[in-house]
């Protein structure tokens, strides 16, 4: 089975862009002075680590190509993963620099993260001396590190949750399609509607992926307590979580026979092969992005569901960080590189080409997907109607609340448990497993 993770999601659009941005520049008011002091820069070796598994050919053409474009006096080194040895232990042997760390929100607080192996430092003297206006930006992207604890990084992409859908299978069914604006109980209804079984296939109305939901959930819930390292679990507003986006639409009878399938499977419930190449699947949240596996089917896409007392607040953002490091001899010249790719010139073409933008400029989100496969689909509300919920901190145990509760899920939907004792079991197994690892 095809697996995305989460930190090459937030960069699958970018390749498409680099080998040639177009003469339309809509740079912001520095841009002469960004021009002069890329022109005067002295040569200069800048080494980038990406924490998203790509290879030096992805990382070229995502990255390297266009920096070797704009500023011709940086030489471009890449620094690969190493399976046997971690970049901390890199670093410390001083066989390996890294200048620029590149990586995703959802992976910032993981192990293996720039905080977690140190070379943080908060870049907000950089930003001020480079004259870098931070009200450019979409708001949630900066907040998203700054709950971190510092503006460790700027953010270059986004993402953010849509739904997709299988138009087969509603017009198989004559149920009218799902549209933007909906609410948790209209994503429910459709989805009893859908869940039925014909021909001898099963069909299910709706599914998530739940590690990237429950990182990215609408309600902005923690999952781990940053300063206690406890699990934030027991509380209404997890049960309001799982009962409103999981159980109402899921848990009914018709989705025994296939929960009972995918008991083996690592996700428990439908996920990316259920949907794309089963293709028993109605309806399937997802992170955005241009993916190879929609490619044959008959979709489209609507803005996440909300809840009723939240309208327009969808998932939390998902942005991609370049930082530079806390060891970089080279941070001005790093600057000049990050500056790049949050510039307008190279957003606009981002946009062009499918990549949510960072900035909050309505003239680049009217670009957004038109020189795409996708310009003839919702893509544009469906990931701009809504607006971003509230950043909550991650942390590096957070991947422990997701397994958990992807662990009991089944149990949940076949009514084997019940919420409470989810969140209760769930909320005693992360923080034996938090206080197994801080010891």
Same mark, same amino acid.
């Given at each position: 089975?095809?697996?995305?993770? &989460?930190?090459?999601?937030?960069?699958?659009?970018?390749?498409?862009?680099?080998?040639?941005?177009?003469?339309?520049?809509?740079?912001?008011?520095?841009?002469?002075?960004?021009?002069?002091?890329?022109?005067?820069?002295?040569?200069?070796?800048?080494?980038?680590?990406?924490?998203?598994?790509?290879?030096?050919?992805?990382?070229?053409?995502?990255?390297? *190509?266009?920096?070797?474009?704009?500023?011709?006096?940086?030489?471009?080194?890449?620094?690969?993963?190493? /399976?046997?040895?971690?970049?901390?232990?890199?670093?410390?042997?001083?066989?390996?620099?890294?200048?620029? !760390?590149?990586?995703?929100?959802?992976?910032?607080?993981?192990?293996?993260?720039?905080?977690?192996?140190?070379?943080?430092?908060?870049?907000? *003297?950089?930003?001020?001396?480079?004259?870098?206006?931070?009200?450019?930006?979409?708001?949630?992207?900066?907040?998203?590190?700054?709950?971190?604890?510092?503006?460790?990084?700027?953010?270059?992409?986004?993402?953010?949750?849509?739904?997709?859908?299988?138009?087969?299978?509603?017009?198989?069914?004559?149920?009218?399609?799902?549209?933007?604006?909906?609410?948790?109980?209209?994503?429910?209804?459709?989805?009893?509607?859908?869940?039925?079984?014909?021909? =001898?296939?099963?069909?299910?109305?709706?599914?998530?992926?739940?590690?990237?939901?429950?990182?990215?959930?609408?309600?902005?819930?923690?999952?781990?307590?940053?300063?206690?390292?406890?699990?934030?679990?027991?509380?209404?507003?997890?049960?309001?979580?799982?009962?409103?986006?999981?159980?109402?639409?899921?848990?009914?009878?018709?989705? =025994?026979?296939?929960?009972?399938?995918?008991?083996?499977?690592?996700?428990?419930?439908?996920?990316?092969?259920?949907?794309?190449?089963?293709?028993?699947?109605? &309806?399937?949240?997802?992170?955005?992005? *241009?993916?190879?596996?929609?490619?044959? %089917?008959?979709?489209?896409?609507?803005?996440?569901?909300?809840?009723? *007392?939240?309208?327009?607040?969808?998932?939390?953002?998902?942005?991609?960080? %370049?930082?530079?490091?806390?060891?970089?001899?080279?941070?001005?010249?790093?600057?000049?590189?990050?500056?790049?790719?949050?510039?307008?010139?190279?957003?606009?073409?981002?946009?062009?080409?499918?990549?949510?933008?960072?900035?909050?400029?309505?003239?680049?989100?009217?670009?957004?997907?038109?020189?795409?496969?996708?310009?003839?689909?919702?893509?544009?509300?469906?990931?701009?109607?809504?607006? !971003?919920?509230?950043?909550?901190?991650?942390?590096?145990?957070?991947?422990?609340?997701?397994?958990?509760?992807?662990?009991?899920?089944?149990?949940?939907?076949?009514? /084997?448990?019940?919420?409470?004792?989810?969140?209760?079991? =769930?909320?005693?197994?992360?923080?034996?497993?938090?206080?197994?690892?801080?010891?």
């Amino acid at each position: 089975m095809k697996k995305v993770t &989460m930190a090459v999601a937030g960069t699958l659009l970018l390749g498409s862009i680099l080998s040639g941005c177009s003469g339309t520049k809509q740079e912001p008011a520095s841009s002469t002075g960004d021009a002069e002091a890329a022109a005067n820069m002295k040569p200069v070796d800048l080494y980038f680590y990406h924490n998203g598994n790509l290879s030096e050919e992805q990382f070229q053409k995502q990255y390297g *190509d266009y920096i070797k474009q704009k500023l011709p006096n940086v030489t471009v080194k890449f620094v690969p993963k190493d /399976k046997t040895v971690s970049l901390a232990e890199m670093i410390t042997s001083g066989t390996t620099k890294v200048d620029i !760390f590149i990586d995703s929100i959802g992976q910032i607080g993981l192990k293996g993260s720039l905080l977690d192996i140190g070379l943080n430092q908060d870049l907000s *003297d950089l930003v001020k001396k480079h004259n870098v206006d931070l009200s450019r930006f979409e708001p949630s992207t900066i907040d998203a590190i700054k709950v971190m604890g510092g503006l460790y990084g700027l953010p270059i992409s986004n993402s953010t949750l849509v739904l997709m859908y299988n138009k087969d299978i509603f017009d198989k069914f004559g149920v009218e399609y799902p549209k933007d604006g909906m609410t948790w109980d209209d994503l429910a209804a459709l989805s009893q509607k859908l869940t039925r079984s014909d021909n =001898g296939v099963n069909y299910v109305g709706y599914t998530t992926s739940i590690n990237h939901f429950l990182r990215l959930n609408p309600l902005s819930l923690a999952n781990v307590d940053a300063s206690s390292k406890k699990a934030t679990l027991e509380t209404d507003a997890w049960k309001k979580l799982l009962q409103e986006t999981l159980m109402k639409p899921m848990q009914s009878e018709g989705y =025994g026979p296939v929960l009972e399938d995918l008991k083996k499977q690592w996700y428990k419930i439908p996920y990316i092969d259920e949907f794309s190449k089963a293709r028993n699947v109605a &309806m399937f949240s997802f992170m955005y992005g *241009d993916y190879d596996w929609t490619r044959e %089917m008959n979709w489209d896409v609507t803005a996440l569901p909300t809840f009723k *007392d939240a309208p327009k607040v969808g998932s939390q953002s998902y942005p991609t960080y %370049m930082f530079i490091t806390s060891t970089s001899e080279h941070k001005d010249e790093a600057m000049e590189v990050v500056k790049l790719f949050i510039s307008d010139e190279y957003q606009t073409q981002f946009s062009k080409s499918g990549g949510i933008t960072i900035l909050k400029n309505d003239a680049i989100k009217q670009v957004f997907g038109q020189d795409t496969t996708m310009k003839d689909k919702n893509i544009k509300n469906a990931v701009f109607s809504n607006t !971003f919920a509230p950043a909550a901190a991650k942390t590096r145990y957070d991947t422990f609340v997701e397994d958990a509760i992807r662990g009991q899920i089944t149990d949940l939907l076949l009514g /084997k448990t019940d919420v409470n004792t989810v969140l209760r079991n =769930g909320q005693e197994q992360v923080n034996k497993k938090i206080e197994s690892e801080t010891k």
